[in-house]
């Protein structure tokens, strides 16, 4: 078991920085090499998992798309079922949408009416928490398909952009913040 600060490292050296993506003046931090190394994604999700506690949720919600890949792992560890927070114009059924603004332009996101029973506990998941408007709209999408939401988890937040501010006053776990 790694120590929250060796788990910030670790996540620091898989970071790869990329100027100018997706459009100029945006430096993408780029997650994927995280993803590719199995040890260190199981270290990653097993630390996920011990900060909540696998028995306080009941299902794992992902955001589209870096943020499925987290909570399918985290959901399969825990036993637990995963929901999509989809790109909007993506799910098949009757669903719930928000539209936010993100560091780079704007978007929506969707999940189905029906992703959760009512008061339903959902770990939010995703890899980067930058402006915050991705979290925002979907921790009110969880509520408003009824969910609760019990904890929200990021690989790696950019706090000098101030996301955490715009879903306050819940609390954000990330495994590394960079200033």
């Known amino acids: 078991m790694y120590t929250k600060l060796q788990i910030s490292e670790l996540v620091a050296s898989k970071v790869v920085d990329v ?3 997706p459009k100029p003046g945006i430096l993408f931090k780029d997650l994927m090499p995280l993803f590719s190394d199995g040890p260190a994604f199981g270290a990653v999700i097993d630390a996920i ?3 909540h506690g696998a028995d306080s949720f009941d299902v794992v919600a992902g955001i589209e ?3 499925f890949v987290i ?3 985290i959901a399969y560890a825990t036993g637990k079922g995963v929901v ?3 790109k909007a114009g993506k799910l098949p059924r009757a669903t719930v949408s928000a539209s936010y603004a993100l560091e780079y332009g704007e978007a929506a996101l969707e999940v189905h009416e029906d992703a ?8 939010v998941v995703d890899d980067v928490l930058a402006t915050g ?3 925002a709209a979907t921790l009110g999408l969880v509520e408003r398909a009824g969910g ?9 937040e950019l706090a000098f952009l101030d996301g955490r501010s715009r879903i306050a006053p819940r609390p954000v776990h990330a495994l590394l913040t960079v200033s």
């Open 19 to 21: 100027p100018d993506f």
């Open 49 to 51: 998992i011990a900060e």
């Open 65 to 67: 798309a870096r943020g």
């Open 71 to 73: 909570a399918a792992a």
């Open 84 to 86: 999509p927070v989809r």
């Open 116 to 123: 959760f029973t009512a008061g339903e506990r959902v770990l």
């Open 133 to 135: 408007g991705t979290a």
């Open 148 to 156: 609760t939401v019990s904890g929200f988890s990021v690989l790696l």
